[in-house]
């Protein structure tokens, strides 16, 4: 992923296109990388906060993955961990104000993980080790690929815990509405406890496995 | 290699740079985000007499239902009335304020310190032709801050609803505070009993049945787990409620 990618070349040629999909599935932040773990079991509960932590990663890893591709190369190397916190927490500071001023219920769920985006390991991540050495661009790209590989996860474990745990698909009451409750149906409270979030992601890691032997480590 | 001098010169630049983008965004953002705690703060007032308001008309329903807001001091005495969009007494509007500060104000007065007078909010309201008191709350819970509004039926004494809310009391535990389940218990009980002694509503450990049969009606269930935030819910309401004893013995007579 290091080496130079050359000029003139296509928008969306394979090498870039690779960017983006190959975090969604065999380079994925939180299943194959383990990264951004704490998020990914605290905001799942419901598909909405899931939602929004989501795209918040998203803008934040996008524009902090072009800025430091563009200034890359004058950043002093000796304080390059400095600029990247700097921006990083400035666009999440953003981030957090925008959504007190207009999604104020979300941001009121989501209380200290918007914050916590700062500390989130695939930000820091991906901007040293590739918008440190690559052109805007496929930085760009690079972000959205890996928020998005972020982003799925995050939504299918919300998807399963809010229908388990709540009866609710984004609040829509679902299991009310095909009546399951009068067959004495009832939801699963512990759904809505972070260690079945972790569970959720287990799964997921074990079907992804499964599937793509690659993944298995030797031993 | 970049020397020492750019080093500087480029983390101060960017320092600047990020500060004045942050200020102005934190500027420009103000206006809309004290809006979101306004509306948050009247939907709360509203949600203790069981008025669910939606967010686009919760200042129509505020006007329509808070026929009169007080600012009471501790001998009972309103210092502010504002009714009707005006002022009949006083200049601060009670809605304006900050139960935090006046709280202060009374721990200050009350260890010996010298503070202001402090001044307490009531809001009155009017559904359906029944009068209902509703009393603003703010106390200390075991992470942060919890608050709430109780109101309080004609007689000044029979709670009518309450609502808490919490900055962040453990999930699960401490923070089944802010849910129905735990808030309708409050409905019918009393904070006075019959010759208007105050007792406030206790959340009692262990569950109401461990209360003498006639101290029932003055007590609620705590949260199982939850005992520390269960106990400041308690002190907040004794807290809080203490400050308008007076206004009310005046006006029970």
Same mark, same amino acid.
């Given at each position: 992923?290091?080496?130079?990618?050359?000029?003139?070349?296509?928008?969306?040629?394979?090498?870039?296109?690779?960017?983006?999909?190959?975090?969604?599935s065999?380079?994925?932040?939180?299943?194959?990388?383990?990264?951004g773990?704490?998020?990914a079991?605290?905001?799942?509960?419901?598909?909405?906060?899931?939602?929004?932590?989501?795209?918040?990663?998203?803008?934040?890893?996008?524009a902090?993955?072009?800025?430091?591709?563009?200034?890359?190369?004058?950043?002093?190397?000796?304080?390059?961990?400095?600029?990247?916190?700097?921006?990083?927490?400035?666009?999440?500071i953003?981030?957090?104000?925008?959504?007190?001023?207009f999604?104020?219920?979300?941001?009121?769920?989501?209380?200290v993980?918007?914050?916590?985006?700062?500390?989130?390991c695939?930000?820091?991540?991906?901007?040293?080790?590739?918008?440190?050495?690559?052109?805007p661009?496929?930085?760009?790209?690079?972000?959205?690929?890996n928020?998005l590989?972020?982003g799925?996860?995050l939504?299918?474990v919300?998807?399963?815990?809010?229908?388990?745990?709540?009866?609710?698909?984004?609040?829509?009451?679902?299991?009310?509405?095909?009546g399951?409750?009068?067959?004495?149906?009832?939801?699963?409270?512990?759904?809505?406890?972070?260690?079945?979030a972790?569970?959720?992601?287990?799964i997921?890691?074990?079907?992804?496995?499964?599937?793509?032997?690659?993944?298995?480590?030797?031993? | 290699m970049?020397?020492?001098?750019?080093?500087?010169?480029?983390?101060?630049?960017?320092?600047?740079?990020?500060a004045?983008?942050?200020?102005?965004?934190?500027?420009?953002?103000?206006?809309?985000?004290?809006?979101n705690?306004?509306?948050e703060?009247?939907?709360?007032?509203?949600?203790?007499?069981?008025?669910?308001?939606e967010?686009?008309?919760?200042?129509?329903?505020?006007?329509?239902?808070?026929?009169?807001?007080?600012?009471?001091n501790?001998?009972?005495?309103?210092?502010?009335?504002?009714?009707?969009?005006?002022?009949?007494?006083?200049?601060?509007?009670?809605?304006? %304020?900050? $139960? =935090?500060?006046?709280? &202060?104000?009374?721990?200050?007065?009350?260890? /010996?310190?010298?503070? #202001?007078? @402090?001044?307490?909010?009531?809001?009155?309201?009017n559904?359906?032709g029944?009068t209902?008191?509703?009393?603003?709350?703010?106390?200390?819970?075991?992470?942060?801050?919890?608050?709430?509004? %109780?109101? $309080? =039926?004609?007689?000044? &004494?029979?709670?009518?609803?309450?609502?808490? /809310?919490?900055k962040? #009391?453990? @999930?699960?535990?401490?923070?089944?505070?802010?849910?129905?389940?735990?808030?309708?218990?409050?409905?019918?009980?009393?904070?006075?009993?019959?010759?208007?002694?105050?007792?406030?509503?206790?959340?009692?450990?262990?569950?109401?049945?461990?209360?003498?049969?006639?101290?029932q009606?003055?007590?609620?269930?705590?949260?199982?787990?939850?005992?520390?935030?269960?106990?400041?819910?308690?002190?907040m309401?004794?807290?809080?409620?203490?400050?308008?004893?007076?206004?009310?013995?005046k006006?029970?007579?």
């Open positions: 992923m290091s080496e130079e990618v050359k000029q003139r070349e296509p928008l969306f040629s394979p090498k870039n296109k690779k960017l983006i999909f190959n975090p969604l065999r380079e994925n932040p939180i299943t194959v990388q383990v990264l773990i704490c998020s079991l605290a905001v799942t509960a419901k598909l909405e906060p899931a939602f929004v932590m989501s795209l918040s990663v998203l803008v934040v890893l996008t902090a993955n072009v800025i430091i591709s563009l200034l890359r190369n004058t950043i002093p190397t000796r304080i390059r961990i400095i600029v990247q916190l700097v921006i990083i927490a400035s666009l999440v953003l981030v957090d104000q925008v959504l007190k001023a999604a104020y219920d979300v941001s009121k769920q989501l209380s993980f918007v914050g916590l985006i700062i500390t989130n695939i930000i820091m991540g991906r901007l040293e080790a590739f918008a440190m050495g690559n052109k661009w496929p930085a760009f790209l690079d972000g959205i690929g928020a590989g972020y799925w996860i939504l299918t919300a998807f399963f815990r809010e229908l388990l745990g709540s009866g609710t698909i984004w609040n829509y009451p679902v299991m009310e509405n095909l399951l409750y009068e067959f004495g149906y009832k939801n699963n409270g512990f759904m809505i406890l972070p260690p079945m972790l569970i959720v992601v287990g997921i890691i074990w079907i992804q496995r499964s599937r793509d032997k690659e993944l298995v480590e030797e031993n | 970049f020397s020492n001098r750019y080093i500087f010169i480029y983390a101060s630049v960017m320092v600047i740079v990020v004045a983008i942050l200020s102005s965004a934190a500027t420009y953002l103000k206006p809309f985000q004290e809006k705690v306004r509306t703060k009247i939907m709360d007032i509203l949600k203790s007499v069981n008025i669910e308001a967010k686009a008309e919760a200042d129509t329903l505020y006007n329509k239902y808070i026929v009169e807001e007080l600012a009471l501790t001998d009972g005495e309103a210092t502010s009335i504002y009714k009707d969009q005006n002022f009949e007494k006083g200049d601060i509007r009670p809605f304006e %304020i900050k $139960l =935090k500060s006046e709280i &202060k104000k009374k721990e200050f007065l009350d260890a /010996g310190k010298e503070a #202001e007078e @402090p001044n307490f909010p009531l809001y009155i309201c559904k359906d029944e209902y008191y509703i009393i603003p709350l703010r106390g200390k819970g075991l992470w942060g801050p919890i608050w709430g509004n %109780i109101a $309080l =039926k004609q007689d000044m &004494k029979t709670v009518y609803g309450v609502t808490f /809310g919490h962040g #009391e453990t @999930p699960g535990l401490g923070a089944e505070i802010s849910t129905t389940d735990f808030q309708k218990q409050f409905v019918g009980k009393t904070i006075f009993d019959d010759n208007y002694k105050f007792t406030s509503v206790k959340v009692v450990k262990g569950g109401i049945g461990t209360m003498p049969a006639n101290q009606i003055h007590g609620v269930d705590a949260v199982s787990g939850g005992t520390i935030t269960s106990d400041a819910v308690s002190d309401i004794a807290d809080c409620l203490i400050n308008y004893e007076e206004y009310i013995k006006q029970i007579k």
